[in-house]
């Protein structure tokens, strides 16, 4: 007497394929450009204006901004992550970390989950792209030290200001 056999995942293996997942689906075409779906418009910038720091203008927030920028980047997950984490630092209208709480490696680490040697790499990433600005600190127990400055470059600035420009509309 033999026994009917029970299905398996591992089955699904010597399955043949199915005809359709065989088919490619036509390419669309593009849609009309509309004022809301425009591709952004930003000015041409050689590289050293593009990642120099932008300016934000009177009603702008610094958290906000610097957010949707690094969404906008494209840059690669662990320095986003490490972006976001520095923003919790700092100031919500500046993004200087104040001298006195600026967080070390370790505590970059535990916050992002992060290795110590990742947390490392990615402020280098941050701060070779124009994302992060180190400078020294000036007077009190810390002078010398390192001093984090979150920077949104100029190029992603004027990406943001664009997207927003599309997202609220003209009255």
């Not at 980047?73 to 006195?100: C, D, K, Q, V």
Request: proline share 13%; net charge positive; hydrophobic share 35%.
């Amino acid at each position: 007497m033999t026994t009917a056999h029970r299905p398996s995942p591992a089955d699904l293996a010597r399955r043949p394929p199915h005809p359709a997942a065989e088919l490619k689906p036509a390419p669309r075409p593009a849609p009309a450009a509309t004022p809301h779906t425009a591709p952004c418009e930003t000015p041409r910038l050689s590289p050293e204006e593009a990642i120099a720091p932008g300016v934000l203008l009177g009603d702008e927030r610094f958290k906000p901004s610097y957010h949707r920028a690094l969404l906008l980047s494209g840059m690669l997950p662990e320095a986003r992550l490490m972006g976001y984490t520095l923003l919790w630092y700092a100031h919500h209208s500046t993004g200087r970390i104040s001298p006195s709480f600026q967080p070390s490696r370790e505590e970059l680490a535990e916050h992002s989950g992060l290795t110590v040697g990742r947390v490392g790499v990615q402020l280098e990433v941050l701060r070779e792209r124009g994302w992060l600005h180190l400078a020294p600190i000036q007077q009190g127990p810390r002078a010398g030290l390192p001093r984090f400055e979150l920077t949104i470059p100029a190029l992603y600035l004027e990406r943001v200001r664009a997207h927003r420009a599309r997202q609220i509309p003209a009255d």
